[in-house]
């Protein structure tokens, strides 16, 4: 071979496995842009075919326990889900948990933003078996449904069902199949599961644990709010929440407080709530917890979207063991707490027929519905009005004040002294009934002696003379025996036919008159309820005088016409200083306003007093009404 050819061959076979080397370089990248390719391209297909997740947390519970179903939605414009499930198992649609985040997908040489929703919800295991759980959920215009899942409900499970931690915040990425190639554009979380269950705190306490029936005590409500830049509790009203019910206690006035508090080097608003309360039978009272199911934190994830996290928590039931009073004695009224006396007459030199004052000023702490009056004295010498209380101030229990005062009419002239009244009340704090005792008052009374016929106490109404009437008398008017002719002397067809043709008019425009009357009234229940007033009112007194119980009656119907007549939604709870607000409010003269007031005051002492009345004050409320509210008519029209 020549030195040519050689070299030929030799350069040859250079090329020749040059171009080999080459050859395979170009087929593996084929096949790596192939694989890239396949894999973008199963990546959008996956994408596009599921863009729904869903799961279960745990996957197999036993019947009456709780589950969590968790949503993962991925799109640009998502709606919310709505889930569907088989009977054995019940899905609260409203979700506890609500967080968004943002990713950015390459593919194709490109790039897109989408948006994950994520929703949990709390499910409930009902029937044993295994029971299909779905998603569907509007995604960029279009309707998609996930893969259905399953849990298994069994009688028991194998190991003791824990609930699921909630989710961390703001929420991790969701995990994505294999094949997805994508880039999270998300940072750390800013706080944590545990920062979101201490951001609220309740306790519920008694101010005592024992106590005799009757007794004042605090019921204390506390609610502890994080102050953080990072969260806000809200609540969906707005408001706090309700508190528990209390229909076991007496409530009074209810009082809140503000302050802040540092605790484990976090700041806290505190609210608190005290109720006093008092209870009305023995035993063991429970008060139950108070409640904040409808409260969420609102949160800014590390993207800056809005989130919220639904909270719902509760403070611990309470309970207080509640002891009977002791044997009372006679003179005892009702008032339970801690109380001193104070009296005073209005003067100390009269004359006969005029009437005095005695007044008695109870003050102290306990409820003010148990402060009752004090039986009225008698004299031979005077007329004693039964007790009326002037004056009060109930609205704190720890500061109460009412003042008792009989009216005292003397009728014979001399010198006289009333005698010191006593005023037991049971004192909780010593365990034992305390007395308190009025002043002793001497009282000189000048002038003519007087029949107590004749006498008009102060509150009252002059006794009415009745006689008999003497049916021979020659004062009565004759009776007509005599008959006369009752007929027109003229033609009567000419009154029918002026009744006819000038009546019949005057009848179609009343009528038409009265419709639109009607109409105006159905459509303005107000200026109803004002012109039906009187009415209502006579028709309320007659039905409750006829269950017994004039004071009732007197009071509820009082009420319920100055409420018609003024436009007041609710009558029902109006005290007798409401209802002097009221008729001020609409200018109503003054001396009405107090002959209301001290009518309804009347009414509220016996109804406190919790006392029957005689048959004649019966009727001098029933009186006292008739002429009030007839004197009420003509003012208000």
Known sequence: MSENELCYQRNGGNMIKSSGKNMSCFCKSCVIVFFVLFFDVMFFIYAEDSPVQVRVEPSEVGVGNTFDVIVSIQGSNIGEPVIFSEAGVQINP??????????????FGQSRIITTKERHYRGYAQQEGEWKISVRADIDGKQYISPEIKIRVSKSVSTPQTVPPGPSLPQTQPRVPSGR??????????????????????????????????????????????ESQDISLQTTTGNLPDLPSLDDFYVGKVQQNTRREDISGKTYRVVELIVPVCPKSVGTLTVSPWEWNNCYIRYYNNWGWPETYSLNKSSGPVSLEVRPLPDSPDNYYGAIGKYSLSSNLSQTEVNVGTPIYLSITIRGSGNPDFIRAPSKPNFDWAYVSDPEIISGSTDVWDNVEKTIRFSITPLKSGNYQIPSIEYTYFNPQLGQYATLRTNTFPVKVIGEN??????????GTPRMETRNIDVTGSDLLPLITEGVQLKPHRPYYKGGVLIVFVFSPIISMISIGLGFRKEYLRKNPIYLRKVSAYNNAIEKFSELKDKGNIANAVEQSLKQYIGDSAGVPNVSGLTSDDIENVMKNKRIDNELI????????????IRYSGSSISIDEN????????????????VWR
């Open 94 to 107: 409203q979700p506890f948990y609500n967080g968004m985040s943002t990713q950015m997908q390459i593919g």
């Open 181 to 226: 190639k994508w880039q999270s554009m998300g940072a750390g979380t800013r706080t944590d599961q545990v920062q979101f269950d201490q951001a609220l705190i309740l306790e519920s306490e008694l101010s005592k644990k024992i106590v005799f029936q009757g007794e004042i005590l605090n019921l204390i409500f506390r609610a502890k709010i994080l």
């Open 450 to 459: 007087k029949n107590l016929e004749g006498v008009i106490t102060a509150g």
């Open 594 to 605: 107090q002959k209301t007031v001290k009518l309804l005051k009347t009414c509220e002492r």
């Open 619 to 634: 009727r001098g409320l029933e009186d006292g009404f008739n002429l009030l509210i007839n004197e009420m008519k003509k």
